[in-house]
């Protein structure tokens, strides 16, 4: 069967979308709100600067992955339901929780691993560098430039943690269709499904840069949108 072409995958996307953005943004927000939430208690518990602080905040910030990892796993499934007309509701975020969260864990516990790998070297510059920009006692061109420094480490940390985590973009879809599908096993067949799909995974992502660049001058509201949007299709991307 011939692949579909991006246009197409974001075409049966908003097919899919009409009548459900409501309960696609709920699910979202329930994801990114307990991230917020984990970040802003790991930042207040381990406020310090001090080699320990931050080490127990990346354990912290670990945990709370794991489990923010099984309610998107659930939103997996629910747009999942959605995408092939069948019945789902909000509760399905939680999906997981009930069937077999070891999975997701082992899963998610890899791909952190990756996570955490790939940001060391922003981890390093931050840390170094980051007295400099807090420093009264260097100018205001230094500070700028270790500013600069320091994002653009960050810029780069997160393409690199982006390309190496792509084989794995379709795990947490594949335990959703297969129970008996253990966590690394979901890992090792992702890596197969995206086999010659690479390149069309990162295409798609980056159709969505316009979308995402243009959301800033209606103050992020369109993101309402443009998030759902870009959820879905990489689940239509994942049934193609």
Not at 86 to 92: Q, R, T, V
Not at 95 to 123: C, E, H, M, W
């Amino acid at each position: 069967m011939k692949k579909r072409s991006t246009k197409e995958i974001k075409q049966q996307a908003r097919v899919a979308l009409q009548g459900h953005y409501g309960i696609v943004i709920l699910g979202l927000l329930a994801v990114y709100g307990a991230n917020l939430i984990g970040s802003n208690l790991s930042s207040k518990l381990f406020a310090g600067n001090s080699p320990l602080d931050l080490i127990l905040s990346e354990i912290f910030l670990l945990v709370v992955s794991l489990i923010v990892g099984i309610i998107s796993a659930g939103l997996g499934y629910m747009l999942l339901n959605i995408s092939r007309g069948k019945e789902f509701k909000l509760a399905d975020l939680g999906y997981f929780f009930k069937n077999q969260p070891d999975r997701v864990i082992i899963a998610g516990f890899v791909l952190a691993v990756i996570q955490v790998v790939t940001s060391i070297p922003f981890y390093y510059v931050s840390y170094t560098k980051s007295s400099l920009i807090l420093s009264e006692e260097v100018s205001l061109e230094v500070q700028i430039q270790t500013l600069g420094t320091i994002l653009g480490v960050l810029a780069i940390c997160t393409v690199l943690n982006f390309l190496i985590s792509i084989p794995f973009a379709m795990t947490y879809f594949l335990m959703a269709d297969d129970l008996e599908l253990g966590g690394i096993q979901a890992l090792k067949e992702s890596a197969g499904l995206m086999k010659g799909n690479i390149l069309r995974y990162i295409w798609l992502n980056i159709s969505f840069i316009p979308l995402l660049f243009l959301s800033v001058f209606t103050f992020y509201i369109a993101l309402f949108w443009i998030m759902p949007y870009m959820e879905m299709s990489m689940t239509t991307f994942y049934r193609d």
